[in-house]
C-alpha cells in the first residue's frame, strides 16, 4: 500500500510539473517574441542593440551626397560635391584639429555655371526654386542667412537633403552690425554655423558677405577668414534681381553679361531667393533653359570652385 501511495504521489508530482511546463511555455515565447519585435522596429538586430556607453559618432550618417570634413587630415576631398564641416571653428580649436581648408585645384571646364541663391530660405520662394531645380534635375548653391534659417529649419533641411550646397550669409544681414570691425564679421558667421549645425548636424565652410567683399572688407577680413577655414565666394554675373526688375529683364541681364566668354569656364551667377524676389522664381525656369540649350554643366559651389575674377 506504502509502495502504491507512493507511485501515486510521484505520478500526480511529474503531471503537475508537465502541466506548469506547458502553461508557461507560450508566455515565455510570447516575452521573446516581443522583445524581438521592439528590436526589429528600430531597425537592430538583437545582438546590436544601443547600449548606454555608445560612442560619439563623428561621421554624419546621413543619405546625402557631400564631402564631410572630419577629425582626419588625411581624408582628400570629393570632386563636385557640396562640403560640410561635421566640427565648429571652436570645436576645431577644442580638439586641436586643423582649420585651414585643403589645399585642392580649382576647376575650369569648357562650359560651367553655378547657379547661387542670397538671403533664404524663405517660405514662399524658395521651396518652388528647390521644385523648379529638382525638375530639371540640377543642384545649385544657397547662401542663407542665420536668422531665416532659425525661422524655418525644414526648408534649409530640403536644401541639405536634395544634393545642393549651403553657404553662409551671415546672421542679420545687418551691414551696420555685421561690416564694424572683422571681429563682428566673424562672430555673425559662427553665430550662423550654429544655427546651420544644429538644422542638419554639419556646418558649411564656404561664405559670401552680404553686398560683396569690395568696399567692406579690409586684409583684418580675408585674415581672419583664411585663419579660421572660411572660402569667400564672390559672382561674376548678377542677375540685377536686387532692384525692382522683372523676370524677363533679370534673364537678360545674364544673358548679356554671358557675352563675355571669358567667364564661361566659371560663371557665378548672383540671384536671390529671400522675401520680395518672386521674379526671380518666375525667370528660373527660362534662365536654366538658357544655360541647358548651350551644353553648360551645372556645378555646385565647393573648394574647386575658382575666384569670380
Excluded at 582649420?99 to 524658395?126: A, I, R
Excluded at 545649385?140 to 553662409?168: C, M, S, W
Amino acid at each position: 500500500m506504502n509502495n502504491t501511495s507512493r507511485f501515486f504521489h510521484t505520478v500526480c508530482g511529474l503531471s503537475a510539473i508537465c502541466l506548469l511546463l506547458l502553461v508557461s511555455s507560450p508566455l515565455a515565447l510570447l516575452a521573446f517574441a516581443d522583445f524581438n519585435s521592439s528590436a526589429s522596429v528600430i531597425g537592430l538586430p538583437l545582438e546590436q542593440a544601443p547600449s548606454q556607453s555608445t560612442a560619439i559618432n563623428t561621421s554624419p550618417n546621413q543619405n546625402v551626397d557631400a564631402y564631410y570634413i572630419n577629425e582626419n587630415p588625411d581624408n582628400p576631398p570629393t570632386a563636385a560635391k557640396p562640403v560640410y564641416d561635421v566640427f565648429t571653428v571652436e570645436e576645431r580649436q577644442a580638439r586641436g584639429l586643423v582649420l585651414e581648408v585643403p589645399k585642392v585645384s580649382q576647376y575650369y571646364g569648357e562650359k560651367v555655371v553655378y547657379l547661387t541663391f542670397d538671403d533664404g530660405p524663405d517660405p514662399e520662394n524658395t521651396p518652388v526654386i528647390l521644385d523648379i531645380l529638382k525638375s530639371n534635375s540640377i543642384k545649385a548653391t544657397f547662401f542663407v542667412v542665420g536668422n531665416e534659417a532659425e525661422k524655418y529649419p525644414d526648408i534649409l533641411r530640403r536644401i541639405y537633403q536634395e544634393g545642393h550646397a549651403i553657404g553662409n550669409h551671415s546672421y542679420n544681414h545687418v551691414y551696420r552690425d555685421l561690416y564694424q570691425s572683422a571681429n563682428s564679421y566673424i562672430a555673425q558667421l559662427r553665430h550662423t554655423d550654429d544655427v546651420i549645425k544644429k538644422a542638419i548636424g554639419v556646418r558649411p565652410r564656404i561664405s559670401r558677405a552680404p553686398g560683396g567683399s569690395a568696399g567692406s572688407f579690409t586684409k583684418e577680413y580675408w585674415g581672419a577668414l583664411n585663419k579660421l577655414g572660411y572660402i569667400e565666394v564672390g559672382w561674376n554675373i548678377s542677375s540685377g534681381d536686387a532692384s525692382s526688375a522683372k523676370a524677363n529683364r533679370i534673364l537678360n541681364n545674364i544673358v548679356s553679361q554671358m557675352e563675355n566668354k571669358n567667364l564661361w569656364s566659371h560663371a557665378i551667377v548672383l540671384m536671390h531667393d529671400g522675401r520680395g524676389h518672386a521674379e526671380t522664381v518666375k525667370a528660373l525656369t527660362d534662365i536654366i533653359k538658357y544655360y541647358k540649350e548651350r551644353k553648360f554643366e551645372f556645378r555646385v559651389v565647393n573648394f574647386e570652385t575658382p575666384a569670380p575674377w
